[in-house]
């Protein structure tokens, strides 16, 4: 699904895959096989978002601050930047609150490790016995642009492959780097200065909400995983740009534009789709978010809180839900 890599560049921590490296993508950006049109129509809800601008921001209630930034889980060396910029909060912080700490994300890769069942189809029938040929060869071709094998590919879950196939090639050549989103230089920071850290859910729940739904369903979404390499190149070019230009609405929104480079897709299906994914890896867990926030505000003064960016904007963001429950926020 086409918003899928977006979703895992800006919503979710690295825990299913390793992080990218940067300079991975040198495409131009998928603004230039936009109609002129459709780009206009995305400005104008970009700027209509709540909270659309802006990667950080300051919470305020009472005596209580929070300092919010929102992330994005692709190694860049822009990173240093924002770094610098939280230095001051992270320093007289009293904690930090992540989607998910670098011991939560070891444990869920020692999860699937020990349980690789969650990952491979052990028995019955493979992928390529569920798709029709052309579809399968579509996926086996996507699958090796990625390095994977399609003998691998043909048993792997299908909500994993498509977790897979979400990566733009351009980047998956780099994953094993090793090197940091701004989620993990900054937890690295927290360990420097004794800052303790403390997940915003189990890491448990995010792997069940990843790997959710029947395997007809997962096979239903692997169908339209697969789009032109290029696309995905050149979407993740707009949607790093965008992120560094504090335009979160703006990559975020864009994927809806580019049905046109997807001609097995239904429409209405995209749709319904969309939408559901949305609600369930981002408002969803926006609106869980808040009671740990607050808890964690009943006891400390002073509250470092990182997580993608996408979790920032839109009615349903953690800066408009904070605004309902009473704190003020202001950008930095």
Same mark, same amino acid.
């Given at each position: 699904?086409?918003?899928? #890599?977006?979703?895992?560049?800006?919503?979710?921590?690295?825990?299913?895959?390793?992080?990218?490296?940067?300079?991975?993508?040198?495409?131009?950006?998928?603004?230039?096989?936009?109609?002129?049109?459709?780009?206009?129509?995305?400005?104008?809800?970009?700027?209509?978002?709540?909270?659309? =601008?802006?990667?950080?921001?300051?919470? =305020?209630?009472?005596?209580?601050?929070?300092?919010? $930034?929102?992330?994005?889980?692709?190694?860049?060396?822009?990173?240093?930047?924002?770094?610098?910029?939280?230095?001051? =909060?992270?320093?007289?912080?009293?904690?930090?609150?992540?989607?998910?700490?670098?011991?939560?994300?070891?444990?869920? =890769?020692? /999860?699937?490790?020990?349980?690789?069942?969650?990952?491979?189809?052990?028995?019955?029938?493979?992928?390529?016995?569920?798709?029709?040929?052309?579809?399968?060869?579509?996926?086996?071709?996507?699958?090796?642009?990625?390095?994977?094998?399609? #003998?691998?590919?043909?048993?792997?879950?299908?909500? #994993?492959?498509?977790?897979?196939?979400?990566?733009?090639?351009?980047?998956?050549?780099?994953?094993?780097?090793?090197?940091?989103?701004?989620? !993990?230089?900054?937890?690295?920071?927290?360990?420097?200065? /004794?800052?303790?850290?403390?997940?915003?859910?189990?890491?448990?729940?995010?792997?069940?909400?990843?790997?959710?739904?029947?395997?007809?369903?997962?096979?239903?979404?692997?169908?339209?995983?697969?789009?032109?390499?290029?696309?995905?190149?050149?979407?993740?070019?707009?949607?790093?740009?965008?992120?560094?230009?504090?335009?979160?609405?703006?990559?975020?929104?864009?994927?809806?534009?580019?049905?046109?480079?997807?001609?097995?897709?239904?429409?209405?299906?995209?749709?319904?789709?969309?939408?559901?994914?949305?609600?369930?890896?981002? /408002?969803?867990?926006?609106?869980?978010?808040?009671?740990?926030?607050?808890?964690?505000?009943?006891?400390?003064?002073?509250? #470092?809180?990182?997580? !993608?960016?996408?979790?920032? $904007? !839109?009615?349903?963001?953690?800066? /408009?839900?904070?605004?309902?429950?009473?704190?003020? $926020?202001?950008?930095?």
């Amino acid at each position: 699904m086409i918003r899928l #890599f977006a979703l895992a560049a800006l919503t979710l921590p690295s825990l299913i895959l390793p992080s990218l490296a940067h300079a991975l993508c040198n495409a131009d950006g998928i603004e230039t096989l936009m109609a002129p049109a459709d780009l206009a129509d995305l400005n104008d809800v970009a700027a209509a978002t709540p909270y659309g =601008q802006g990667l950080y921001w300051s919470a =305020q209630k009472g005596d209580v601050e929070l300092s919010i $930034i929102g992330t994005m889980h692709l190694a860049d060396p822009r990173h240093a930047n924002l770094r610098t910029r939280a230095a001051p =909060q992270l320093e007289r912080a009293d904690i930090l609150l992540v989607e998910a700490t670098l011991e939560d994300q070891n444990a869920m =890769q020692v /999860n699937m490790a020990q349980n690789p069942e969650m990952m491979t189809i052990n028995d019955g029938p493979t992928l390529p016995d569920q798709l029709d040929p052309d579809t399968w060869a579509q996926i086996r071709d996507a699958a090796a642009l990625r390095g994977v094998p399609g #003998f691998i590919a043909a048993k792997m879950q299908p909500w #994993f492959l498509s977790m897979t196939l979400a990566i733009a090639p351009c980047a998956m050549a780099s994953m094993m780097a090793g090197e940091l989103g701004l989620d !993990g230089l900054l937890m690295e920071d927290a360990a420097a200065l /004794n800052v303790p850290v403390m997940a915003l859910e189990p890491w448990q729940d995010t792997l069940a909400l990843l790997s959710s739904g029947t395997f007809d369903e997962q096979i239903d979404a692997l169908r339209y995983s697969v789009i032109d390499p290029d696309i995905q190149d050149a979407l993740i070019t707009s949607l790093v740009t965008s992120y560094f230009a504090e335009e979160t609405a703006y990559g975020w929104h864009i994927g809806r534009y580019l049905t046109d480079h997807m001609p097995n897709m239904d429409l209405a299906l995209f749709d319904a789709q969309m939408a559901e994914l949305e609600e369930s890896l981002l /408002n969803n867990r926006n609106r869980a978010w808040i009671p740990v926030i607050e808890n964690a505000a009943a006891s400390h003064d002073q509250i #470092f809180i990182a997580f !993608g960016a996408a979790h920032l $904007i !839109g009615d349903q963001g953690v800066l /408009n839900l904070l605004e309902g429950n009473g704190w003020t $926020i202001t950008r930095r």
